[in-house]
């Protein structure tokens, strides 16, 4: 699975995708992460990808024409693509699904998640900034708007990151047994481990006993009533 990311801050992903599981996933090519900066697609010296709303208001808005531009050059990156080699359709492109990141887009759940790792398509994530992108773009591209919480961020860089691990988790073989995955298991939102008496600032913290009964149905239950 290949992630396509459109930012204007590429190096805001090094650390996050050099560690842990996302490193070994792209280190054993369960997926690819490339970036496109917008301002590699400009017609201007500056590389200007900003400018002041219609309407007025405060901050700036994202040009559309760069980021077009960032995607038909995915499309067009695609050897065999709808209607014939090298030739790139923006709105029928069934290779891809496009993703922006809005405060009022859907919300992006662990169901979610699992359902894009099946589809096998490869994934554009737009990561807007200052105070949005062109509204023509999500019509153009028939991009889905997706929420990671009720907030406002400064970017898309963070709900992209967060996509991609969470979606990642879900390959198959990337964390190894399939038991790994949580989401899979009877989850808790309480967990121990050693030592069983935990002594802090000289008062003791027990495990539940249930936890060390060895009986594993009270456990299963117990774990039932903490979802």
Same mark, same amino acid.
């Given at each position: ?17 050099? #560690?842990?599981? $996302?490193?070994?996933?792209?280190? #054993?090519?369960?997926? @690819?992460?490339?970036? $496109? ?13 900003? &400018? ?26 695609? =050897? ?6 090298? =030739? ?17 887009? @859907? ?7 699992? +359902? ?8 554009? *994530?737009?990561?807007?900034? /200052? ?7 999500? +019509? ?5 708007? /997706? ?5 406002? &961020?400064?970017?898309?860089? $963070? ?15 990337? &964390? ?15 967990? /121990?481990?050693?030592?069983?008496? *935990?002594?802090?600032?000289? =008062? @003791? ?12 149905? @009270?456990?299963? *239950?117990?774990?039932? =009533?903490?979802?």
């Amino acid at each position: 699975m290949t992630f396509n990311i459109i930012t204007i801050f590429p190096e805001m992903f090094s650390s996050y995708l050099h #560690e842990s599981i $996302l490193a070994r996933a792209i280190k #054993e090519q369960k997926i @690819k992460v490339k970036f $496109l900066n917008p301002r590699d697609f400009t017609r201007d010296k500056h590389r200007k990808v900003d &400018l002041k709303p219609y309407g007025g208001g405060p901050g700036m808005v994202m040009m559309a024409e760069p980021i077009l531009l960032a995607v038909s050059k995915i499309f067009s990156s695609r =050897k065999m693509l709808p209607g014939g080699e090298g =030739k790139s359709h923006l709105t029928t492109n069934k290779n891809f699904k496009i993703v922006i990141f809005s405060p009022g887009g @859907k919300p992006f759940t662990n169901q979610v998640a699992a +359902k894009l790792a099946k589809s096998k398509q490869d994934l554009i *994530l737009i990561a807007g900034r /200052y105070e949005g992108i062109d509204g023509r773009v999500k +019509k153009i591209l028939k991009a889905e708007e /997706y929420s990671v919480g009720p907030y406002v &961020l400064t970017g898309g860089e $963070l709900p992209a990151m967060i996509m991609i691990d969470a979606i990642t988790r879900q390959l198959p073989g990337v &964390l190894g047994k399939d038991e790994s995955v949580e989401e899979k298991r009877v989850a808790s939102h309480e967990v /121990y481990t050693r030592p069983e008496v *935990l002594v802090w600032k000289n =008062k @003791k913290y027990k495990v539940p006993k249930v936890l060390v009964s060895g009986d594993h149905k @009270k456990i299963t *239950l117990w774990r039932e =009533k903490r979802k």
